[in-house]
Each structure stands twice: as C-alpha cells, then as structure tokens.
C-alpha cells in the first residue's frame, strides 16, 4: 500500500476496523445505521494467545464496500487497512434467484477471498416477512440457508447467518438482531485474534533478526507501530502504549551497548550532528513528519526521541495518567542529554537547552490543556520539575548568550544566539496563531536582556512559588540561590542578599557546612557592594574562621577586617562591635584558688583560654572582660568559703564551655544544645544541714525550644548589630595581647576590694576600630569576695561527749576580718555542774584560710570562780586558731517521784542551763557555755550536749516474807567501763532496816550495751516502813583508766508497800476414787488465801475494810485463768472472798477445772485483786456528784457482783473487760473498782507448779501433737 | 577517555541524622565539585520528607526502608533510603552510569547501612556526632570498587 492512501486514514484518529460488505448494496444501506449503532453496545470478551489477561472489548467497525483493492496483497503487513471481516449481504428468499445470480455472485467473492488467503468471512441471509406474503410459494427459508451452507461453508455453519424482519420492532427480530450480532462479534475477535497473532508472530521474527546485518531499527519500528495503532483503534491504549515503550526500551539498550563499545550500523543514522531543536510537539496525535524521518530512516535521535514520546503522551493522555506525562518527560529530557552524550553527537552549545527548554514548556501546556485549575495545583509535585528544569535551562541560556551581565551580549554571545534561533526553525503551525508558545517565548527571551528577566524571573517565581506550595522549602531556597546568583550578575546585590539569606538560614539550621560557606561567601560579596560595613566585617569574620575555605582565602578575609580596623578614623568614638563567636572561642576559665571565693583584698587570678579563629595571629590592644557586681547581701553564707560549689565549676575550678562551631551552626550548638546538668543541694539556713538534693539541668528554656526558631542564636551576622558593650561595669584588662591561631591562655586578675559576687558578662577583644564581642557567657561565671565576722565554735574532740569523765573539746575561731591582738582572751563564765579541767600543757594552732599551718603557741588559761580566761595568741585575719580543752560535766543523779516506778531511769531534775534528753538509749544533757568574746559586747551561748553512760533500773524480789532489793545497771554507751564499790543505803536510815549486800566482786567490768546486777537482802527486825528510800552508788571509770579516775555515779529510788500481805496456794486433786488426774475428768482445784501479818497502822486507817459481825474484812477478787488454754475452768472462774483482818487469816476457794491434755500441765494462774467498793472510789479519785452515789449504793452493789460473775466467765481472765467496761461508763455512776496490789504484796506459792495428767482411759484415739 | 567515564562516575554517600537532617557523614568520591553534590543533596532532603510522610504507614508495614530513586537531574540520579529510626541514607550517582540497576542500589545502602550501625555500635561514638571512622571510609570507597570491578 502506498503512503499516500495511508495518509487520510491514519490523521482521522477515528480509525475502526474494517470490514467490507459484499453482495446487495441496498439491503446493507438500510441496515447499516443499525448496525453501526448495535455493534459497540455490548462489551464482548477478547481471550488473547501469550497468556495474556483476556479483556472485556467494545467493538466498532467501519463497513465499507467490498473492493479487491482493499485486500492486502503478499508481503503487505499493513495492519490498520487491513480488512478483519468480509460480509457477504443476501436478501434472496427464492432457490430461483439464488441459483440464478446469488450463488454466483457468492462463488467469485469466495475466490476473491480465497485467493488473498482470507479466511474471515459471513454470509447473513437477511429474511422478511413482507418479501415472504407477497411470494407465498416459495420455498421456506431454511431451504436457502442450507443451500448457501452447503454450497460454501462445508463445515462451518456458523459462518452463515440468519437476520429475520431486521427492520421490524418485534421480540423475534430483536432476537436475531442479537444473535447476529453475538456471531458478527466473535467473528471480528477471532479474526483480530488470529491476524494479530500471526502479525505479532512476524514482527517477533523480524526482532530477532536484530543481530544481523542490515537490520534496520526504523523499519522495525515502523512494524510495531502497526500493531501499536491497532491497539489504539481498539481503543486498547495500555496494550498500544506497552508497544511504545517495548520501542523506547530496545532503543536505549541499543544506545548503552553502543556506549559500552557495541555499535550496531544501524545506530550511525542517529548520530548525525543536531540541527534542529525545536523541542517535543505535543499538540498533534500523530507528527507525521517525525514519523516519516523515521519511516525514510533520517531521523535524528531527538527527533525519534520526540516522535516516540509525544505517542507515549498521547496514550497516556486517553489513559487519564498525565502525571506520569510530565514525570516520564523529565526523564525523557534527562536521558536525551545523556544519550547525545554519551553517542557524541555533535551538538551546538545551548542547542540542548534550548530543546529542553522548549519541550518542557510543550509537556507543561499540554498538561494544563487536559487538566483544570485545581487538578493542577494538587499535583504541582508533578509538574515542579518541569518548571525548574525550564529554570535551569534558560538561565544557562541567558548566560551563555549574554543576556544576564550588566552590560549587554557582545559580539560572539549574539552570534551564538543567532546561531540558537536559526535551529529553532519556523514555527509549527499549531501555535503559531496563539499568543503564548515556548516557541514565542523562547524566541522573545533571547530577543533582549530586558525580555530575557522577564521571563526568567516568572519562571523562577513560578517554580520558586510551586515549591514553597507543596512544602518542598528546601527546593525554593536552592531556586531563590539560583535567583541571587541572578540578581548578582544584574547588579542587585540588595535583592540577592534577601534570597541568600533565607537560604543561608536554612543551611545553618541543618548543619551543612559547605554550603554554609558557599552562601556566606556570595552574601559576603554582597554586603561589599552594598558597603554594609558592619555586616560585612562580621561575615568576614566568619569566613576567615571557617575551616572549609583554603588559607588564601581565610586570610584574604582576615586581611579585610584587620586593614578596616587599622585605618585611622576621624570619629574615636565610633567602633565597630562584631560578634566574637567567629573571632575566637572561649574555651576555659580557670580560677586560682580554685573555689572561685577569697576573702576581701585577697588575689584572684582568672586564666582564660581562648581559642584563636583567625588564620594569622592578631594583635589585640586591649582584651576585656565586663564584671557584674552585687553586692553581698548580710548574712548570707556567712562562713561557707569554699563549702558551696557553684554549678559549671569543676573541682579545680575550671568553667568548660561548650565548643561550638563559629562558622555555622554545629549540630550541637545549633539544633540540640548539650544538655547542662548540675547537682542542686538546699541547705537549711539555720543549721546547714541537707534538706534535699537533686539533679537540675540548667538550659531546659534552650533544649525545649521549638526547632523552628533556632536560628535566632546562631546567625551572628543578624544579631550583630544588637551587639552593645556594657558600660559603666567594672573590667577585668589585659593590654596588648597577640591572639594566634588556636588555643591562647590569657590571665587577669580580678578585684576583690568590696565584698559581693562578681559576675562576668562579656568579653570583649579590641583591635584598631573593632571590638570583637562576646555578649554572654555561659554557662554564668562568678566568683565570691567575701568579708566575714569572726566566729567561734566548740565542737566535740570525739564522736560524742560522755557526761561523768573529763571529755576534749575543740575550740575554733576563724577571725574572718578581726585582727586577734596581745591580750585578746576568751572569758568563758563557769558553770557548777560543767567545771573546765585546765592543764598546763595546752597549745594552739593557728592555720590559714587555705588550711596552712601558720604557727602554733601555748595558751595560758587563768581561772576564777566565776570565770575561766583564755588568752589568745595574735592571730591575722582570715586566719583560724584551734584549740583543745578539757570539761567535765556532772551526772545528774536520778530523782525520785512520789509514786514508785517499776523502771525509773535517771529523770529531770531541771537545773540551770542543762536539760537532758533522751537520745537513741542514752539520756542526754545540753549543757551551755556562756562566752565573751573580744570582737563581740555580747556573750556567745554555745550548747554541747552530754550523753549519761549508764541506765539503771532496780526491782523488788520476794521469797515469802523475805525481801530483796535488785539493781540492774546498763551500760548504753560505746565505751567499756570499771565499776567499784557498788553501795546501797537508805536515804533516811530506818534502825530496824539492814540491807545486807549479796554481791561478792568489789570491781566489775561492765561492757559496752552489757548489764550489771547488783542484789541486796532486806532483813528488819520491826515493822517495815511503808515508803523506802535507796540510793545506789558506784564508781566508775572507763576500763583501762587507773584507779584514780574513778567517778561516781548515783541512782536514787523509792520502794512501797514492801511487805508480804498475802500468801496464796493452790492445789488440783483428782476426782474422788482417782489416783492421778486425767485429761478430760473433771479435777478439783482448792486455792487457799492466808493473811500473813496482822494490819498496820496505815492500812488500818486508810484501807478498806468493812465492819461485819465485828470482824473487819477486806474484799478480795481471785480469778483463775489458763491462757495457754491447758485448762478448762468450769463454773465460776473468779468471785469475790471476804478477808478478815487478821494475821493467819486463810480463805479457801474450791473449783472445777478439767485438764484438757495429758501431761504435765502448769497449774492455771492465780490473780488476787483489791476489791475496792464504790464507796471507796472518792478517796482515790474525787468526785463532784457524790450526793447520787450514796442514792444508788445498794441496788449497785447487788447487781454489780453477778455482773462481775457472769462477765468473767463470759470472758477467762479478763480483768481488763470489767476495767474497760467501767471506763464506759458514763461519769457519776459509782462503781466498784479493782487494784492490783504491789508486787511485793501477795506471794504465790504455787508459781509455776506443776500437775501430772494422764491420759484418758477411754481415749480410742491417740492423739500425737507434733509442733 | 571516554571508557574512562563509565567506570569514573561519581557517587556520593550521605548519611543524615534523624531528626535535624545535618549530615553525619558526607564523602564524595571522587571529590571534585563536592559543593555541588552538598546542595543537590541538601535539596532531595525535600522529596526524602515527602516521601517519608506520605509512604511512611505502608512503608513500616512493609519494613521496606529503601525509598529508591527521589529525584533525577540531568547529571546525577539520587536515591534515599531510611532507616527505622530515620536516619536517612542518600547516595548520589552518575546519571551516565546507567547499568547501575535498582538492586545494586540496595545492595550498596544495606552496606551503607551495616557500617552506620557497626558505627553505632561503636562505644566511642557519640551519637550525633559527625561520623570518622576508618571503617566507614575503607566501606565507601569499596561501594566504588565493588562496581568498578563488576564493570570491567
């Protein structure tokens, strides 16, 4: 087929299949719109060969006139001509006819058909009823069909086909219309199925022939493109686009092997020098003349490269993707350039940038021409590199051409621009009627300078705009670099600052050093231009400090700030303050002493080192350093010199600073400071002591500050101008000091004349006209001048003070600013009960504030009665003398309280300026010092505090009627102790009393926590006093001291109610007509209660006893009671029993217990209570409604005895439930009470008696307790 | 000469830290117009955001951390890579070195990757720090080699 007939069908992109329509022209005609209209309605599914998904399909034909013409002859392998059906039409409905005309006509079709190879034919019988009424004779249909079946489809019937009453609207002829169309269908799909099979099948051989010589890429291209357009005009666009890419993808395999060394002949045509640029075109379906290059085998690589992109547009564009337009252009663009590259093709400078240039710009308009408004600015991700490579292009252009220089292209840039506008060509006839096309633009920037800005700028602003839209921020900073390069070759450094500034930010916020560099050197030549001096010193600085540029330039830099510096200046007072950062760092600072703190008119010595950042040394006129002072206030930290450590200051009294990158902001500095941790310690401010402590971490306002507004800290260059040096503060100076690189170590000495902290502020380097400037230093540097009062201190020598044995205690003042002089004394005012123990050999030291030892002299100690004095030696301020003295304070012996106590340890006997405490076991006494001191017309109260070693306690033992007295002593205290000469007397010595001393060692050692026991029998020969008053006395001294040292020590006590008033016993017996007892058998328990002395005079008088019968009684409470649950008690547990007054006196109490286990049991215990009636109650605790008592006394007392009964039993031996109850009781109502007697008073015989219990004879059980 | 490309590209290994994106590690090889590659990386630092934040759920779920190619410019192709902790990975390479295929890529971040983690692991290393280290280096320059070698 030729190209010319090719040509009209392929521009009509309406491109159908066809398929030819042979015999009855007018019967066809009438059913053509009908058909047209039917055959896309239903999809149809298209099972393809290759294992490739099968697709729903609509189908479409384009019906044409069967010509012999249009069958493709031998060799043709032109598919989109290619006919894919032949229908034959009949309408004949008489076998007369059909033999006649009909069947021949058919016949020559066939072999038509036949002799073309065709195989995809239809013959349709078109039956009709009104054809049938008018010729009722004829034969039925059928008969025709078969006849026309067996004439030419011998075996396959399906290729002839029946359509009845076509015209009609009924149901039988929609039926047949269906049918028909169902078969017309698969027909045209096993036609398409099978000639593009056999078409695939071709062009795959004709593929891998590519090895061999003469193969020709551009006619292979041409054999796909074939099927590529049949996709297409399937409406197949994915299946058509694959074809172009499988293209595209062998082309570039070809273009790398040839890069590789692997030419292959074919590829020579495509290297052929570039002439033409004009750039993708986009706005035909088909560029004709592209294809036709390639189709002659002229094209050149871009214009393969377009013609193939611009199908791949066009699909991709039907197939709704035009994002993957754009993103597929710009790899397009960047693959062409490399693939000129690297075939070497020959290419006029700027040539290239102008087809990039054009073609994107091309893709962009197509794109906005399918898309609308708001499509687009959701996908500005898509079309932003476009724009920015649009950018980039046409800056290259625009300096290549001489458009971007202040003064105009000269002669060679305008023939290069010639030379561009000459490959562009003419342009396309598409655009040439719009008002807007890359080509105009293009043409119009290269035109004049003036144009050229214009263009370029919208283009950047546009990118630049884009960028910033979909947060590529990033991006727009590199496009706003891209511009101020621009506005700096135009000659507006003003504007160009603007943009690199931004960019600069951003770079130093991420740490990125190069670029850092790169951008500060552009602002640096900007400031120049603008004579920003300032800035521009102070950027200079930062670039002369900055380790990414060479030394040429660093000191190129340094040069500048130094010459501005040394020129001399009409204005003195007008100096240039930059920040130091870039300057030099401040690295340490070291205090000597080390504790930062000296008292007034002491030196302090401050050594900074300072980190050079200049190339070259420099001279420094003057380096300063502004100090804060405050004040001290009164009484704050008064003594602590050196106690306190401040934050940030290491042991030895060094301050580090955190190291920061001056030329931009380092990770650490700029984006994540250290964290700053120090130990926080509150002291009481009393006492000193911890209250608590913790962990603070200093610069949590820096750590949690947004990330977003770092930069405020780290761009000196903006912040430089707010740099102020303080005035009027005091300085610290150094004169004349040469910084060189690298570390420098500068020390001052600081003042100290007026007490307060010293805050150092900032720091400042003067050179010529500049100072460079430090305005913070942090972490805070201070240092202490203090001025303090003298102070004395007595502190115990040990750990703690004894009280009874002589103990060292140390003296010491610190002077602070009180000059001791010659006969300066300490007058310390005696107290009795703490006697200062002078000896002659006693001497001080004097020491230091550093801990020196200055000198030590003899101190001479005068005594009075009144007044002990110490003369001091002479001593300079800031100074501490030390001293020891030896005191002694007394042991307060032990009083005694009116009531007897069982334990009655050593207890307050109040005496002046002593008090004694209880602490941890040992009793303790404060004892106060009351001292004038020579600096001071007021006393000092100084309290020591002194711990008695020992605790005593003592008991009253009975055997019957015999009495003994027991002393325990315990040693509390850590040390050991001797003891001697333990006595026991009688305070007022009874004549009928002996204490007889059962203790045999006159010496004891009594360990530390260890106890000594001390007995004495009392032995009288009349009555026993009611009331007895001891003192025990010893000797004591620590265990190795000599006999000498022995001290004494006391221990007063009070024993009542001595004597023996009862006797009691109790018996078990056995059941009668029982040997032992046994467990679970009830026993009898008898208790015997005997008077044992006849009444004294006390108890007559004052004890409660009841006149009955002329008999006095006592009422006494007895109450058995077993708590380990041995017994059972049966019936009545306790009672009441009425004692007659009388000596031998013997009550008896018989009761029923039951063992409850065999063994030997513990007799159940005994307790014997006064029962004191209400009656008595007034005397012991007096009462104001006595009057109601007496009113109530009988009834009471009848209901208070069973009371007592039942609720005894109710509750084994509890006494405590009757004492509770009646504490429930509501005040007034009298009630009898209890009172235990003194231990001394009842004796219990049968104490820890025991009973034999056997086991109950009729146990069948064995019970064994394992416990 | 000309062959001499090939085998000649350019490559720059970037190692970024997690959250203010400075780099760690920056080499390229050879060194020449290392300004350039700053800036271009820089840059792709955009696309690494957006397509941690867009991708970021389904690339978790996938445990997929290579993020392939970011962008490309005429010269120079830049792909990314993030690690769970987002420290980000850039490398750079030649545009002209076009037989470098997606796998090689990934193969040359898991190394990258190995030996940021060897760096890590590292007790004298601080975290955050700029990374120097003598193994790193020998590894990056291996990536070249590696190549090189498979080319030849």
């Known amino acids: ?1267 | 000469m000309e062959i001499c490309k090939v085998f000649f590209h350019l490559s720059v290994s970037v190692i970024l830290s997690p959250l203010q994106n400075y780099p760690l590690y920056i080499r390229s090889v050879p060194s020449q117009s290392e300004l350039k590659f700053h800036y271009t990386v820089h840059t792709s630092l955009d696309v690494v955001e957006e397509k941690i934040s867009t991708a970021g759920k389904a690339m978790a779920e996938q445990r997929e951390l290579y993020l392939g190619l970011l962008y490309p410019t005429e010269d120079y192709k830049v792909y990314g890579y993030v690690t769970n902790s987002k420290v980000k990975f850039v490398i750079v390479v030649d545009s002209s070195n076009t037989s470098l295929r997606d796998n090689e890529i990934r193969s040359m971040f898991r190394k990258l990757h190995n030996s940021f983690t060897d760096v890590m692991c590292n007790p004298f290393y601080n975290p955050g720090d700029p990374i120097q280290s003598r193994a790193m280096f020998t590894m990056v320059s291996g990536l070249k080699s590696d190549k090189c070698g498979w080319l030849v």
């Not at chain 1, 149901?171 to 078969?183: G, P, V």
């Not at chain 1, 099978?194 to 004709?206: P, Q, V």
């Not at chain 1, 006494?1215 to 009630?1231: K, N, T, W, Y």
């Open chain 1, 1 to 1267: 087929m030729e190209p010319h007939e090719e040509k009209p069908i392929i521009y009509t992109m309406e491109n159908k299949p066809i398929v030819t329509c042979a015999g009855d022209q007018t019967l066809f005609t009438a059913l053509y719109s009908m058909l047209a209209q039917q055959l896309p309605r239903e999809p149809m599914e298209w099972r393809r060969s290759y294992g490739r998904a099968p697709k729903m399909i609509h189908l479409e034909a384009n019906f044409v006139q069967f010509k012999e013409e249009l069958l493709p002859k031998e060799g043709n392998k032109a598919l989109l001509t290619f006919p894919f059906l032949h229908i034959y039409w009949t309408d004949c409905c008489d076998t007369e006819t059909y033999k006649a005309t009909v069947k021949e006509d058919m016949q020559r079709w066939q072999n038509v058909l036949r002799l073309h190879g065709s195989t995809d034919w239809l013959i349709v019988v078109v039956e009709s009823d009104g054809k049938k009424k008018n010729k009722t004779n004829i034969l039925p249909r059928t008969s025709i069909m078969d006849k026309i079946r067996n004439d030419f489809c011998n075996k396959q019937s399906d290729r002839c086909v029946a359509l009845s009453d076509p015209l009609r609207d009924s149901s039988r002829s929609q039926e047949s219309w269906n049918s028909f169309l169902t078969k017309l269908r698969t027909l045209l799909l096993m036609s398409f199925t099978k000639n593009l099979g056999r078409f695939e099948d071709d062009m795959r051989t004709l593929r891998e022939k590519r090895t061999e010589p003469g193969w020709s890429f551009c006619d292979y291209f041409m054999v796909q493109e074939e099927l590529a357009f049949v996709f297409e005009m399937l409406q197949q666009y994915e299946d058509a686009l694959v074809q172009y890419d499988e293209l595209d993808a062998l082309f570039t395999q070809y273009v790398l092997n040839f890069g590789a060394g692997d030419g292959a002949n074919w590829l020579g045509s495509f290297c052929q020098p570039v002439r033409s640029w004009n750039g993708l075109l986009l706005r035909r379906p088909i560029d004709m003349e592209k294809r036709e290059l390639i189709q002659r085998g002229e094209a050149s690589l871009l214009d393969l490269r377009s013609y193939l992109f611009s199908r791949q547009c066009t699909l991709l564009i039907f197939l709704q993707r035009p994002w993957e337009v754009t993103q597929r252009a710009l790899e397009l663009l960047h693959n062409c350039v490399q693939e000129l590259r690297l075939l070497e093709v020959s290419v006029l400078q700027g040539a290239l940038d102008c087809w990039v240039f054009l073609s994107c710009l091309e893709v962009l308009h197509r794109i906005e021409g399918c898309c609308d408004r708001s499509q687009l600015e959701a996908n500005f991700s898509h079309t932003v590199g476009l724009w920015t490579y649009a950018t980039e292009k046409l800056k290259s252009l625009g300096y290549m051409c001489g458009l971007v220089s202040e003064n105009g292209p000269n002669s060679e840039e305008l023939n290069r621009t010639v030379d561009l506008l000459a490959g562009l060509g003419a342009e396309r006839p598409e655009t040439v009627n719009s008002l807007q096309s890359p080509y105009k633009k293009l043409k119009e920037a290269l035109s004049s300078v003036e144009a050229f800005e214009k263009h370029y700028l919208e283009l950047s602003h546009a990118a630049l705009e884009m960028y910033r839209a979909i947060g590529r921020l990033r991006s727009a900073r590199l496009v706003g670099k891209s511009l101020a390069e621009f506005y700096m070759r135009k000659g507006d450094p003003q504007t160009a600052q603007t943009f690199l500034l931004d960019s600069l930010k951003s770079y130093t916020a991420e740490g990125w050093s190069l670029p850092v560099t790169h951008t500060r050197k552009q602002i640096a030549q900007c400031q120049k231009q603008l004579q920003q001096t300032e800035d521009y010193l102070q950027t200079s600085a930062l670039l002369a400090s900055d380790a990414n540029l060479t030394d040429e330039e660093r000191k190129h830099y340094c040069q500048e700030i130094l010459t501005f510096a040394n020129q001399a200046s009409e204005d003195k007072d007008q100096r240039m303050a930059l920040s130091m950062s870039a300057f030099a760092q401040l690295r340490e600072l070291r205090f000597r002493p080390a504790t930062a703190t000296v008292h007034v008119g002491a030196s302090l010595q401050l050594e900074l080192r300072l980190c050079g950042l200049m190339p070259v040394p420099v001279r420094l006129e003057q380096l300063a350093a502004s100090v804060h002072f405050t004040l001290e206030q009164p009484g704050a930290r008064p003594g602590l010199a050196g106690s306190q450590r401040r934050p940030g200051v290491s042991p030895d009294g060094t301050v580090t600073f955190p190291a920061t990158s001056p030329s931009y902001g380092s990770p650490q500095s700029s984006a994540a400071p250290a964290l700053e941790l120090y130990e926080m310690q509150d002291r009481s401010p009393s006492d000193n002591a911890l209250n608590s402590t913790g962990v603070v971490c200093k610069n949590v306002h820096l750590l949690l500050r947004g990330n977003d507004s770092t930069s405020s800290l780290d761009t000196p260059s903006a912040s430089a101008s707010a740099l102020t040096m303080e005035d009027g503060a005091q300085m610290l100076k150094t004169n004349d000091v040469t910084l060189l690189p690298g570390n420098n170590s500068i020390v001052f000495t600081a003042p100290s004349m007026k007490p307060g902290t010293y805050t150092l502020r900032q720091l400042c380097a003067t050179v010529g006209r500049v100072q460079f400037v430090l305005p913070h230093i942090y972490p805070i540097v201070q240092y202490d001048v203090y001025s303090q009062e003298p102070q004395l201190t007595i502190e115990p020598f040990t750990e703690s003070l004894l009280a009874g044995l002589p103990q060292r205690v140390k003296f010491t003042i610190v002077t602070g600013h009180y000059t001791v002089k010659k006969g300066d004394a300490l007058q310390l005012s005696n107290s009795p009960s703490m006697p200062i123990l002078h000896s002659s050999s006693c001497s001080a030291r004097i020491l230091s504030s550093t801990g020196e030892l200055v000198g030590e002299s003899a101190l001479s100690i005068q005594a009075s009665e009144k007044v002990t004095s110490i003369s001091l030696p002479v001593t300079p301020p800031y100074h501490t003398l030390e001293f020891q003295l030896e005191v002694l304070c007394h042991i307060p012996s032990s009083s005694v309280r009116a009531e007897s106590e069982r334990l009655t340890n050593g207890e307050i006997r109040h005496r002046p300026k002593s008090r004694t405490r209880y602490n941890s076991g040992m009793a303790s006494i404060d004892q106060k010092v009351s001292i004038d001191c020579p600096w001071s017309i007021y006393s000092i109260l100084i309290s020591l505090t002194f711990y008695t070693p020992f605790r005593a306690k003592h008991s009253l033992l009975s055997a019957g009627k015999r009495k003994y007295i027991q002393v325990c002593l315990q040693n509390v205290s850590d040390t050991n102790f001797r003891l001697a000469n333990q006595t026991l007397v009688e305070c007022q010595p009874t004549p009928s009393l002996e204490l007889l001393s059962l203790n045999a060692k006159a010496h004891q050692l009594v360990y530390s926590k260890q106890c000594m026991y001390s007995l004495w029998e009392m032995k009288w020969s009349s009555e026993l006093p009611p009331c007895l008053q001891c003192v025990f006395a010893a000797s004591f001294s620590p265990a190795e001291a000599p006999d000498s040292a022995l001290k004494p020590y006391s221990y007063e006590f009070q024993l009542e109610r001595v004597s023996t008033l009862y006797s009691m016993k109790a018996e078990i017996q056995p059941a009668v007509g029982e040997q032992q007892c046994r467990a679970g058998t009830l026993c009898r328990l008898e208790v015997s209660i005997t008077r044992l002395t006849e009444p004294s005079e006390s108890e007559r008088e004052d004890e409660e006893a009841t006149e009955s019968e002329s008999l006095r009684t006592t009422k006494l409470m007895y109450e058995v009671v077993d708590n380990s649950s041995n017994w059972a008690v049966c019936g009545k547990s306790s009672g009441l029993v009425s004692m007659p007054v009388a000596a031998m006196a013997t009550h008896k109490v018989q009761m029923e217990v039951m063992p409850l286990f065999a063994g030997k049991l513990p007799f159940p215990s005994i307790k014997v209570f006064k029962y004191l009636p209400h009656s008595a109650l007034p005397m012991t605790q007096p009462d104001t409604d006595s009057c109601l008592e007496n009113d109530n006394l009988s009834l009471l007392d009848k209901g208070l005895e069973d009371q007592a009964d039942t609720a005894s039993i109710r509750s084994r031996g509890s006494i405590h439930s009757l004492g509770s109850g009646e504490q429930q009781q509501p005040r007034g109502v009298p009630m009898p009470r209890l009172e235990p007697f003194s231990p001394g008073q009842v004796f219990n015989c049968s104490l820890a008696r025991q009973v034999l219990v056997l086991p109950s004879t009729d146990d069948h059980v064995l019970e064994i307790n394992v416990t």
